[in-house]
């Protein structure tokens, strides 16, 4: 009965010490898999909704996915698990970010592609007005909207191409600050829990 007991013990301490079991696993592939498919499916113009799933996704993972402890040497089972957690963390964030990248000149200025896309969407509103200019007699409100939906969709579309080109190096330094924020993070723990262990051992030796 005891040694059930222990067993118990055992069980439940390696459970709570922060070491991900292999629902945490099949957790984070997950999660790369929905951001994966989220980038690959996304066509035309980058929509607020992408932000919505990087957002839920991010949350997701920073909840329920714990790196093991940190234990030195790169063979560790603590360096790819960081790794793969960075990467994963890195694509939300670029999921999450790429509509605002897409419409904020301030992050991603890229002014003179921005100008290319505006001419680009000037050519179309005058190849919408050419192709339509019967209608111009008949209903000139119906022609303007015409004019500015195709003048709109050709440069978001055209702003989207050039985001989702870059949106990797984005993707790439969202993973570097979420690996050094988890590395650091792991340290301070490590210490921790050593200066725990030296406490218990100098209650013990008095």
Same mark, same amino acid.
């Given at each position: 009965?005891?040694?059930? $007991? @222990? *067993?118990?013990?055992?069980?439940?301490?390696? #459970?709570?010490?922060? !070491?991900?079991?292999?629902? =945490? *696993?099949? =957790?984070?592939?997950?999660?790369?898999? /929905?951001? !994966?498919?989220?980038?690959?499916? #996304? *066509?035309?113009?980058?929509?607020?909704?992408?932000?919505?799933?990087?957002?839920?996704?991010?949350?997701?993972?920073?909840?329920?996915?714990?790196?093991?402890?940190?234990?030195?040497?790169?063979?560790?089972?603590?360096?790819?698990?960081?790794?793969?957690?960075?990467? !994963?963390?890195?694509?939300?964030?670029?999921?999450?970010?790429?509509?605002?990248? *897409?419409? +904020?000149?301030?992050?991603?200025?890229?002014?003179?592609?921005?100008? $290319?896309?505006? @001419?680009?969407?000037?050519?179309?509103?005058?190849?919408?007005?050419? +192709?339509?200019?019967?209608?111009?007699?008949?209903?000139?409100?119906?022609?303007?909207?015409?004019?500015? +939906? $195709?003048?709109?969709? #050709?440069?978001?579309?055209?702003?989207?191409?050039?985001?989702?080109?870059?949106?990797?190096?984005?993707?790439?330094? %969202?993973?570097?600050?979420?690996?050094?924020? /988890?590395?650091?993070? =792991?340290?301070?723990?490590?210490?921790?829990?050593?200066?725990?262990?030296?406490?218990?051992?100098?209650?013990? %030796?008095?």
């Amino acid at each position: 009965m005891d040694d059930l $007991h @222990a *067993q118990g013990a055992r069980k439940t301490t390696s #459970a709570g010490g922060g !070491v991900p079991d292999a629902s =945490g *696993q099949a =957790g984070i592939i997950g999660i790369g898999l /929905a951001a !994966v498919l989220t980038f690959a499916l #996304a *066509q035309g113009a980058w929509e607020w909704f992408a932000s919505y799933i990087g957002v839920t996704l991010l949350a997701v993972i920073l909840s329920f996915y714990r790196l093991p402890p940190r234990r030195p040497g790169l063979r560790s089972a603590y360096v790819p698990n960081l790794i793969a957690y960075s990467l !994963v963390v890195g694509l939300c964030a670029a999921i999450a970010l790429a509509p605002v990248l *897409q419409r +904020s000149a301030w992050l991603f200025p890229m002014p003179g592609t921005r100008t $290319h896309c505006r @001419a680009l969407g000037t050519y179309e509103s005058l190849r919408t007005e050419a +192709s339509l200019a019967n209608l111009a007699g008949r209903d000139g409100a119906a022609l303007a909207y015409a004019r500015a +939906s $195709h003048r709109h969709e #050709a440069v978001a579309d055209c702003l989207a191409s050039t985001t989702t080109r870059w949106l990797p190096l984005y993707g790439l330094g %969202a993973a570097v600050l979420a690996g050094l924020g /988890a590395w650091s993070f =792991g340290r301070i723990r490590a210490r921790r829990q050593d200066r725990a262990r030296t406490r218990r051992r100098a209650d013990l %030796a008095t």
